[in-house]
Structure formats: C-alpha cells, structure tokens
C-alpha cells in the first residue's frame, strides 16, 4: 500500500511551525546528504551536457541564481540550469506568481510553455525538470502529484503534509515516481494559453 497521500487540502493548517518537524530530521538530514552526494556525481556527465546545449543554443551562462527564503526565514540562492533568454524581463515571472496563488490557469497548468522568454532548449529542461538538477533539487511530495496543475495551496499542503509525516519509504516512493511522473509530462501535450504582455528581455 501507498504511504503517499491524496490531496485534500482541508485538513491541514498551511501555517506550520519549526516544531512540527519529524523527530526523526537528524537522521533524514544525513540520508539526504548521502543519497543527494551519489546522486549528484553521478549527474555530473549530463550536468556537463545540458551546460553545453544551454550556452549553444542562446546567449548567457548555463546556470541562474535566485534568491529565496528558507528554513527558519534565512535567504539562500536556488539554483537552476538556464531555460529563459538571458537578462529576460521578471515583470511576467511575478504576473505568473500572482496567476499561481490566485488560481488562475494558463489552459489546464499554473504555467505556460508559451512564454517567449524561454529558450528552445529551456522548454525541454522544464518539461523534464532537469533545470532543477542543482540545489534545492528535482523531487518532493508535490512534484510527483501534479507538478505545475497544482495551485500554490495545494503544493503548500503536500509540502506540510510530507514534513508531518516523512518516513524513508515515503521519500523511496518519492523517489521511484519522480521517473515516471516525468516522463508522463514529456508525452502529455499542453493545453497552454500565453498571457505574456511584458517585453522579453529588459531594457538596459
């Protein structure tokens, strides 16, 4: 039987504190540590890849940073392989945020593979996740149970629901999904609607 659980996003307080946490962090801290490591090395011949294809097919470096807020509210810098021009206008990405939170769908998805800002190569990375194939990483609850059909609350929920109640074999199924949740993605065709009204690239 499944240890994943369905969505159902009223019996949950998105509003959880550090003291929820599993007692048993401590141990998945190192079980991610170990797994992420092996993992990560392993990926470095397509890391190196995709770092290639990405500065060949636009301008730019191959990675992009972000800022973010983390645990306990302390900034770090996600980071991500490159799938948008470079220098391309932030003004959609924050409409796109907005759209998300309020629910507001780009066809049956939160986000649109219409954006004109995205590269040719960048559409595939997304469709794959392998943009994410760097730090925070590729994988959780949310993202082998809709991926970007989920609205903000719902993804906050599973997000909630994975915290109160982690186990190893919940983060194996995770793991032994994410494969498949992706590749399903790759050959589901996208009902998109573009809602783009910002220029690409901004103006120096």
Do not use: C
Not at 41 to 70: E, H, K, N, T
Not at 140 to 161: C, F, I, K, P
């Amino acid at each position: 039987m499944s240890a994943l659980p369905d969505i159902r996003i009223d019996d949950f307080d998105v509003s959880v504190g550090v003291h929820a946490l599993p007692r048993s962090t401590p141990f998945k801290r190192v079980v991610d540590i170990v797994v992420g490591s092996i993992a990560l090395v392993a990926a470095l011949p397509v890391l190196a890849f995709l770092v290639v294809i990405i500065r060949l097919d636009s301008r730019g470096p191959a990675f992009y940073g972000q800022r973010r807020i983390g645990y306990l509210g302390r900034p770090f810098t996600l980071w991500k392989l490159r799938s948008m021009y470079h220098q391309s206008s932030q003004a959609y990405h924050l409409q796109a945020a907005r759209d998300w939170f309020q629910e507001r769908r780009s066809g049956e998805r939160y986000k649109t593979e219409l954006d004109p800002r995205i590269t040719r190569v960048g559409k595939y990375l997304r469709r794959s996740s392998l943009d994410e194939l760097v730090k925070p990483g590729i994988t959780g609850l949310w993202q082998v149970s809709g991926r970007d059909r989920l609205s903000a609350r719902e993804m906050m929920v599973l997000d909630v629901r994975y915290v109160r109640n982690w186990s190893l074999w919940v983060d194996i199924q995770i793991l032994a999904r994410t494969l498949t949740t992706v590749i399903g993605d790759l050959r589901r065709k996208t009902n998109s609607i573009s809602r783009v009204t910002h220029p690409v690239v901004e103006e120096a």
